[in-house]
Structures are given as C-alpha cells and as structure tokens.
C-alpha cells in the first residue's frame, strides 16, 4: 500500500473560536485561548483543526460575513497570535485549517462599500466586484437557500439604484467572478493564508460562484474552471496544502469538485449524513446503502470528509420531501428545532441523549469512507439550546468544567456573547471536560481510545468499502480493505439484541477478532450484537 497523503489519514476538529476558550477573559473565546487548549486536543488524537472564519466580521452569519479577509477579527486577537498559534499547533503535530469564503462578503467589506456608491473615491475600480443589476427579474431558477430569511436572491440597493444578487443573507453580497479582478483577487487570499502557515483550506459555499440564465446557478462549469485554477495555484505554491470543499450536493454533481483529481482534494458528503440519522431511526440500513450505491469512485488522492454534525443545521436539502418530513417528525418534534431545510440540534440531543447510539454512529464516523469531521463538544456530549436565534444554539461555548462560564471564561456572566448551556441534563455543571477526563467510562475516554484504534489501521483513511448485505436489515455491515489489511464492521442499528454469523457476513475465514475489546469469535459462530452494539473485526 503506498503511504497516503496526511489528508486520507487525518481527523479533523472543528472549533467556533469565539466559544471555544477565553484566554484573556473578555468574554470570548480567542487564539490564545485555543493556543491553551491544544495539548486536549492533541490528547483527543485529532490531526487537523478546523477554525471557522477568524477575519473580520461584523459577525451576522458567525463570520461567514467577511469584512476585511488580510486581518484577523480584534475579538479573537491578530496575525501574531495566529502565528503562535500555527506554530505551537505544529509542534504537536497538528494541523491547522482555516476558511475562505469566495461567493461572498459582507456588506461592511470596503470593496462593497466603494461598489454601491456612485459617490465613492474607488467606485469605478470596484463597480463590477459584485453581481448588480436593474432588474431583479433574472436567474429565477436559481433556489433561495435561507428560505426562513430571505425572500428572494436580489436586495434593491438605494444608494447605487440596483439590486444586488445574494445566495445568502442579503447583507452578504455575491462577488462576481465574470470579474477577472476578483478571480484575482480572491487567489491572493488563499496565498495570504498559506504565507500565515495554513495547512488546510475550507472552501465555503463553492457550488454559487457564476450566475447564468436559464440555469440554477449551481455547479457550473465556468466555477470549476475556477477551482481548478486555483488548485493550480496551491499545487505549484505549497503542494502539501489540502483544499476542502463545502458542496451541499447530490454525489453525482459532487463528484465534480474533485475533477481529475485536479481540483478539491476533499468534499464533505452531504447525502450521506442525515441518512445514518434516518437509518438510525428506523433500525434499517437500506438509506446507507442506496446512498452508497450512488456514490462514485473519486480519483486517487481524493478523499470524502463525513461528518455527523457541524455548525450549520443539520441540513435536509439532499434528501427526498418525504424523507425530509421523516427526519423532522422524527428529529425535530418542536417547530423551533427546525430551521431552513434543516435541523438546528446537537448531536447529543437529537439522539435522546442515549449513549449507545452516540457511540453507535462515532463508530461509523470513524471506520465508514473517508475522513472523520468532528464538531466541537460533541465528544462531552453537549447539548444545545433551541431558545437562541438562527444557528447559535449549537455554537454555546466549550464547557470545560463546572465552575462560572463552565471554565469557558473568567469574565462576568453579562459579557458572553451567548448563555453557557445550564440545564440539568446538559449544562455545564455535569457535562464539562474534567468531568469526562476523570470518568474512565466517559465518551471523551471513549472516543481517544476508539481514534488510537482508528489510526493505527490505515486501511480506515485509505481502503475501499464494501457494503455487505446479511439478510437482516437492523444489521449494518461492511468490509474496509487496501489490499493488505482487511477491517469488517458490524453494526446493530437497533435497540434489540441480534444475532449474526460471521459466515454468513464474509464466508469461512479462521477466527476474527474484535479491534475495541479483543473479543475472538470462531468463524462457525454466531457474534451477539447488543442493543446499538458494534465490532470492528480483523482476521487472525
Ligand atoms: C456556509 C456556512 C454557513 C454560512 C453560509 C453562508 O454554508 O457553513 O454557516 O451561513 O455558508 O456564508
């Protein structure tokens, strides 16, 4: 097996800075705060930390909504700290990934300010950075993405007498890549980022970068031109830097982002997750598999990122109507824990809080295709808080232990920008870092135990999988192979016991043996499957 590039290997964290630790006590979490907390990380055995937008902000959409993309936002400190960062972030081996956001920018960012108005100094310089128009009348057939926000994708802009087009709120303008410009422009800021020690970049919200009539706007192929010039960039600047994308897509029109193995190095797969929740829910394993079914081969050296939670809603937008109403009836009982298509709940919550099924869907996490995307606090198991407004419920600050602000801050209470979560099955008092580090039987302690297993067996980041099919359907079953090392994973999606030979699963092999515990099963006999139970089994 020729050794993989770090990527295929990697386990990566993502982190809300500004709720993930206060270390100066402002009241918001900052890089040196981070920078504190990295020997837990490196203790939890991720490789690659993924920090959500850090440049400046006025912080509508948690920074999604960039105002200055060379400078890093007062709140979480500047360029130095970042340095530190990165550098005390390698020393430990791990990396760092940061984000660029091409569709967009706030419309605090000087380029729109000098491009709706007529009267500004640089007006003619930046009129055609963003998409305008004096009707709002054309692309109709692309979708509104904020459906519970924004009505429609133009804002008429009074100073400059023009609508301009948005895929997103509409105080995030869309740039306009038929501008050589800002093509350009935007390729600079991915060398910024990799000048700063950036190992990693995700590529927000890829999919809207050209409009064109008659079309949804979505995927076309003068906007992966542009990825694979950009990629052709990074290849020759700093090869070693992985490029991920966000396209919230079907597999097919996924499949495209990563080109001949020329464009994206990753992308996140979209369909796959709600259907691990949906065939969770209902104890059949027949969504994985159709979802699999459908899911291409990628080139070499290209890797899915799979994901159970992240800091958007849990979106519904790559599934049918019918699955989506399942997943909200089933998922999302209260009006209020739906937003957009989609569910705006921790993982914790959304799964009753049943430590079996929690454990049950990381141990697919970490042994299905691709690489793991952790969220944040979901190895304590935190919960969330569907009182806040938009996404900010799963985006509550890290609680590290149960003293004031759950040790996320020594400041007051009144300067955190969000409540810490303080109620009795999730707050902090009970669900804190120190609690689970000294609980040998904690999730935390789980969780590093179940990623030291992942990574000393590569065939996990880099094997192909087979999806097996025992005639129960509670049963989900596949094998990891790379040619060398052969992993079968069985697991029970539901909450009875069941039986299963491995025989049955994978023919006559001498003795298996599970990776988590050590347990031996001969091949004539029958492996129990407790409620939600699983086995990761290497041949002897
Ligand atoms: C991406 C981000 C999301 C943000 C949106 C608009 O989907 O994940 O948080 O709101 O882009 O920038």
Known sequence: MPESPWYKQAIIYQINVISYFDGLGTGRGNLTGLTQKLDYLQSLGVDC???????????????????????????????????VLVKEAHNRGLRIMVEMIPNHTSDQHPWFQASHDPSHPEHEKYRDYYVWSVTDQKYRDARIIFLDFEKSNWTFDPLR????????????????????????????????????????????????????????????????AYYKRLRKFVEAYA??????????????????????????????????????????????????????ARTPELPENCQWGIFLRCHDELTLEMVTPEER????DYYAP?????????????????????????????????????????YYGD?????DNINLPDRDGL?????????????????????????????????????????????????????????????????????????????????LAYLRDDGDARVLVVANLSAETQKIGVKELFGPTSRWSDLIDGTTFQTNQDIQLEPYGFHWLLPD
């Open 49 to 83: 930390i993924w920090l959500m937008p850090i440049t400046k902000s006025p912080l509508r959409d948690g920074g999604y909504d960039v105002s200055d993309m060379f400078a890093i936002n007062p709140d979480y400190g500047d360029l130095d700290d970042f340095a």
């Open 325 to 328: 109403q399942f997943m909200w």
């Open 161 to 224: 007498g023009e609508y301009f087009w948005h895929r997103f709120y509409h105080h995030q303008p869309d740039l306009n890549y038929d501008n050589p410009e800002v093509q350009k422009a935007m390729m600079r800021v991915i060398q910024f980022w990799i000048d700063q020690g950036a190992d990693a970049i995700r590529v927000d919200a890829p999919p809207y970068l050209i409009e064109r009539e008659g079309t949804n706007c979505e995927n076309l192929p003068e906007t992966h």
């Open 379 to 383: 190895e304590i198991g935190m919960g």
């Open 239 to 292: 090869p070693d830097t992985m490029l991920l994308a966000e396209a919230n897509q079907w597999p097919e029109d996924t499949r495209e982002y990563f080109g001949d193995g020329d464009e994206f190095h990753m992308n996140f797969h979209f369909p796959l997750m709600p259907r691990l929740f949906m065939a969770l829910a209902k104890a059949d394993r027949t969504p994985i598999e159709q979802i699999l």
């Open 395 to 475: 985006r509550t600050s890290m609680q590290w232990d149960d003293s004031p602000n759950g040790g996320f801050s020594k400041a007051d209470a009144s300067r955190l920008r969000l409540p810490v979560i303080d109620d009795p099955v999730f707050g902090y008092r009970k669900v804190n870092v120190a609690a689970a580090e000294a609980d040998p039987g904690s999730l935390l302690n789980w969780l590093r135990n179940m990623i030291r297993i992942r990574k000393q067996h590569p065939v996990f980041g880099a094997g192909r999988l087979t999806m097996l099919a025992p005639a129960n359907k509670q049963i």
């Open 334 to 374: 209260q009006p209020e824990m739906r937003i957009n298509l989609g569910i705006r709940r921790r993982l914790a919550p959304l799964l009753d809080n049943d430590p079996r099924c929690i454990r049950l869907l990381h141990s697919i996490l970490l042994s299905f295709i691709g690489s793991p995307v952790m």
